[in-house]
T-cell receptor
Framework: EADIYQTPRYLVIGTGKKITLECSQT?????MYWYQQDPGMELHLIHY???????EKGDLSSESTVSRIRTEHFPLTLESARPSHTSQYLC????????????FGDGTRLSIL | GENVEQHPSTLSVQEGDSAVIKCTYS??????FPWYKQELGKGPQLIID?????GEKKDQRIAVTLNKTAKHFSLHITETQPEDSAVYFC?????????????FGQGTTLQVKP
């Protein structure tokens, strides 16, 4: 069982609020990822990180930002939430020289009113 | 960059039958192909993976085959059970591999009818 945790699991919040989604892993993985997914649909990579102080934008444009100050922690922030941000956000990590498989958290289901 | 196509988008089988999901990829340099199972309300879970130096891998009722020449790989589930019902995603690692990025297929919703 992979040790990667996301909080909160569910968040319903009003438009204009600042939101931070938390992701932590205890496996010492150097690489971490954020995906956006509508339920049961394709996974879209929005951010990834090779390691501490490294962040890159993914294949899907997103208004969110990320930071990687510690190896185990990769939070995602929305400065001003909008209804179009309503979705599920999945965090993943991978490690080793050839990266290995990605291990996923259970996601945060975000609803912006 | 890499592109992955997955078929079918939905699959319904009777309990005990076999299920096959197919994926094609575009970049011949891709060398790692995992399969994930996603149950309702959960994140994707790795169920099996294969590297480009082998053609087939089995784990109990699950097997994956890889045809590098044709650039396609398939998931085979035998003796399906209702608990196999889920969304399944294939993926290919985006070359050269040091980023660890995976390119996912569109997903297949598998329904196993009791």
């Amino acid at each position: 069982e992979a040790d990667i945790y996301q909080t909160p699991r569910y968040l319903v919040i009003g438009t204009g609020k600042k939101i931070t989604l938390e992701c932590s892993q205890t496996m010492g993985h150097d690489k971490m990822y954020w995906y956006q997914q509508d339920p049961g649909m394709e996974l879209h990579l929005i951010h990834y990180s090779y390691g501490v102080n490294s962040t890159e934008k993914g294949d899907l444009s997103s208004e969110s930002t990320v930071s990687r100050i510690r190896t185990e922690h990769f939070p995602l922030t929305l400065e001003s939430a909008r209804p179009s941000h309503t979705s599920q956000y999945l965090c993943a990590s991978s490690g080793g020289q050839d990266s290995g498989p990605q291990h996923f958290g259970d996601g945060t289901r975000l609803s912006i009113l | 960059g890499e592109n992955v196509e997955q078929h079918p988008s939905t699959l319904s089988v009777q309990e005990g039958d076999s299920a096959v999901i197919k994926c094609t990829y575009s970049d011949s340099a891709s060398n790692y192909f995992p399969w994930y199972k996603q149950e309702l309300g959960k994140g994707p879970q790795l169920i099996i993976d294969i590297r480009s130096n082998v053609g087939e891998k089995k784990d109990q009722r699950i097997a994956v085959t890889l045809n590098k020449t044709a650039k396609h790989f398939s998931l085979h589930i035998t003796e399906t059970q209702p608990e196999d019902s889920a969304v399944y995603f294939c993926a290919a690692r985006d070359p050269p591999g040091n980023t660890g990025k995976l390119i996912f297929g569109q997903g297949t919703t598998l329904q196993v009818k009791p």
